[in-house]
């Protein structure tokens, strides 16, 4: 029962990471491949009304971990207070940018939110991916179930850590490509004219980066939790998501170099998908790793709620999953086709 609700509370953020995630990337690159009024319109269209939907994965993903581990997200969020305060003011300053910009008619009112819209996405890819590469090396935890540190202390990766280290550092230039990578593959398929070759040429290079980014952060992690490595060798689903990860390279290989733009966009979504759902697998049970004592990390198991409460929400859970993807599908398709330079078609915003 608590593995399954581990990937219930997984497949949530992996689900929001993947489909937010091509909105912080397309914000990132919102000046480099919008160069006119008209074509920056043209990608906050192409977003849509869908950002807003996105963030309710979010929502759902605090709900459940809070039904399912609630000793974690106590001790989770207390340690977190300031990072997890930034998230949210990027949150709702993204959101503030993409309804407001064009309330007024006015150039400088337009840059200054365009300029607001692309600094929220940026700061919110560097904010998960610090919190992944925290989530990875271990935080301060001690034996009261309790933690907190600063931004930073002496930027190493064991003891008494901070929130940024060369490690979660690191982490957060790669998720920052990587997402910058998913979100120009996302207008490749949704724009049409200038901005999409803009986005065609930026998403090949992208890409291209992120193999040897990736690569980079797999040996620090070997550097940093040696003891993941050791897990994953003897985990199955490690291996099956291994096997995803090659399958979604060549297929997003195939889909640039032959400019099949939907077969990219799908294999983007597994690409992101499965490094998630590999790392989740990686770390299970632990669920934060204490950096002071090894003894003194929470598991699934220790943090999880009562069997009779995980019981009780698997019978609403699947209800609530249902209307969620209904509603996807509806407003997906209410806002699907490619969004001209020439004005907005998609009838928002």
Sequence with gaps: MVGTWYVIVSFMLIAYITLDGRNFGAGTLHYIVARTPEERQQVIAALGPLWSWHEVWLVGFGGTLLLAFPRLMASAFAG???????????????????????????????????????????????????????????????????????????????????????????????????????????????????????????????????????????????VVRPDLFAHAFHHPICWLGLLLLLASIVMLMSGLSRNKEGRAFIASNLLLGSILGTGAATIFPVMLYSTLHSENSLTAYSVAASRGTLLIASTWWPIGLALTIIYAVFISRGYAGRVSAKGDTQGSY
């Design 80 to 222: 977190y207070y300031l990072a997890l305060f930034l998230i949210l003011w990027s949150l709702v300053l993204r959101g503030v940018s993409i309804e407001v910009r064009s309330h007024i008619d006015d150039r400088l009112w337009q840059s200054f939110w365009d300029f607001v819209f692309i600094a929220s996405n940026l700061l919110l890819a560097m904010l998960f991916g610090v919190a992944a590469g925290n989530l990875i090396r271990g935080v301060p935890l001690d034996g009261n179930e309790s933690f907190s540190f600063a931004f930073f202390t002496d930027f190493r990766v064991r003891g008494n850590v901070g929130l940024l280290d060369w490690y979660t550092v690191s982490i957060a230039v790669f998720t920052v490509v990587m997402l910058a990578a998913h979100g120009a593959t996302y207008l490749m398929l949704k724009t049409e004219g200038a901005v999409h070759d803009r986005s065609a040429a930026w998403a090949k290079f992208l890409w291209a980066a992120v193999l040897p980014l990736f690569l980079a952060i797999s040996a620090e992690s070997w």
